[in-house]
């Protein structure tokens, strides 16, 4: 650990610790705190800020508000010959993956397609480690879940939708996966946190404030509403998940979610759908040559000075080992006092 004007250095090692010990300090049960802590770490070895040991914070939030329980049972229910459902008790969404993900492979390699329903889980973490523990099986990935109600519809200005996140990968033979990972909303809700704590405005077109006006201000969009992005069309992506990651596998809406948080501000608990697509199940011995032509898009794309989702991760994926990680010191602090 080195504290710097610029904030405190870490390696890849001490941010592990430090959430390993934060978490375990409030009582969560060593086998969740291991999931979980691997999100945190994964954060910030991509430097994805908003993703890293800044949701400690809130962990430790929902920790102490009773509004996840921390020796949760993840257990593994009946379903479809395709599908795989994982009750994951109340307890964070991570651990109840581990659970079922083996069982999502297995049928998606049995039946050329298969999907994960995680139920009553708390999700606070990117999707993309999901995604990319399966395009790693060489399986095709998207997943989905709603939040809380903290986006209006296009058109709209209350609260309805939440950020609602959606993630796709495809495997790539003998280099990183192309993956995208992004919130349905103009913005993660955890860029609008991170901007509110540096006392740093917002750009227009992220949030609205209570009367549906535009504010840079990042406490008054956080108390008024966040938008979707590219309006419309993020609007529908957004009532998508809603659709499919809350009624369709008997899980909560947004709204539902943050009517059972009843003021408590903790993270968000509902459902997760996760689905894997197994190429050889369209394709059978002729996959590996169809995978193989697909890089004749990603080389268009890069061909023309464009850059595919994720490089930056993947990039910062190699560096961080090495260089380590900058928390900024007042967060830093804040987690030493948790």
């Known amino acids: ?53 800044y949701r400690l914070t809130n962990c430790v939030h929902t920790l102490k508000s009773g509004k996840v329980k921390p020796d949760a049972d993840p257990r593994i229910t009946p379903a479809a010959a395709a599908i795989v459902r994982v009750d994951a008790d109340g307890g964070f969404a991570q651990r109840a993956f581990q659970i079922g993900a083996p069982l999502l492979v297995e049928k998606a390699r049995a039946n050329g397609i298969a999907a994960l329903a995680i139920n009553h889980c708390v999700h606070f973490a990117a999707l993309w480690p999901e995604i990319e523990a399966l395009t790693a099986q060489g399986l095709v990935a998207i997943a989905c879940t709603p939040s809380h109600a903290w986006v209006a519809p296009a058109g709209g200005r ?28 103009a913005v993660a809700r955890g860029e609008i946190e991170l901007h509110r704590r540096a006392g740093k405005a917002i750009p227009k077109g992220w949030t609205i404030d209570a ?28 009532a998508m998940i809603e659709l499919i990651a809350g009624p369709l596998i008997g899980d909560l809406t947004s709204a539902e979610s943050l009517a059972h948080d009843d003021g ?45 989702p994720s490089t ?27």
């Open 211 to 238: 009367d549906g006006n535009a504010t840079t201000d990042p406490e008054v969009g956080l108390a008024g509403a966040l938008l979707t992005f590219g309006g419309h069309k993020g609007s529908a992506l957004s």
């Open 264 to 308: 408590a501000l903790a993270s968000p608990y509902g459902g997760e759908l996760v689905i894997a697509i197994d190429p050889a199940g369209f394709l059978g011995d002729a996959a590996a040559a169809h995978i193989a032509r697909a890089e004749a898009l990603f080389d268009g794309i890069e061909g023309q000075g464009a850059r595919l």
């Open 1 to 53: 650990m080195e504290r710097t004007e610029q904030g405190v250095r870490l390696t890849l090692g001490e941010v592990r610790e430090l959430a390993s010990d934060t978490l375990s300090r409030h009582g969560l049960r060593a086998d969740h705190v291991d999931a979980v802590v691997e999100t945190i770490v994964a954060g910030e070895r991509d430097r994805c800020a908003s993703h890293g040991v």
């Open 312 to 338: 930056r991760r993947f990039a910062a994926r190699r560096e961080t080992p090495r260089d380590g990680v900058l928390i900024p010191t007042e967060l830093y602090d804040a987690l030493l006092a948790l």
């Open 158 to 185: 209350k609260p309805l939708f939440g950020t609602n996140p959606i993630a796709f990968g495809w495997p790539r033979p003998d280099r990183d996966p192309f993956v995208f990972d992004f919130a349905t909303s």
